[in-house]
């Protein structure tokens, strides 16, 4: 069992900077991927941010890529999220998810999910 916390969203002006953390219970932590993911209202969950295990892989669809840095602590049983340059557009409730498979966490699909943390970027 994997229990996941988020903090750190907020309200942000367009081209700010925010960093998300989740906070995982458990030993095991370190066996799992890690991944971001985000739904803005009205909308579908969206894939922002996928780690391995060990940190040495991640992956980043388009629309975050070279902004977004995702990051994980093994030590500290946190993974981390860097936005930057801020747009509007994302706008959403970001939530971390944890899976012993890295592919099922590009595929979005995780055993484990956090609550969110709502993210606002006011133009």
């Known amino acids: 069992q994997v229990q996941l916390v988020e903090s750190g969203g907020g309200l942000v002006q367009a081209g700010n900077s925010l960093r998300l953390s989740c906070a995982a219970s458990?030993?095991?932590?370190?066996?799992?991927?890690m991944g971001w993911f985000r739904q803005a209202p009205g909308k579908e969950r969206e894939f922002v941010a996928a780690?391995?295990?060990?940190?040495?892989?991640?992956y980043y669809p388009d629309s975050v890529k070279g902004r977004f840095t995702i990051s994980r602590d093994n030590a500290k049983n946190t993974v981390y999220l860097q936005m930057n340059n801020l747009k509007p557009e994302d706008t959403a409730v970001y939530s971390c998810a944890a899976d012993a498979n890295y592919a099922d966490v590009l595929r979005m699909r995780c055993d484990y999910w956090g609550q969110g943390t709502q993210v606002t970027v006011s133009s």
């Open positions: 780690v391995s295990w060990s940190g040495t892989s991640t």
């Open positions: 458990g030993r095991t932590f370190s066996s799992y991927a």
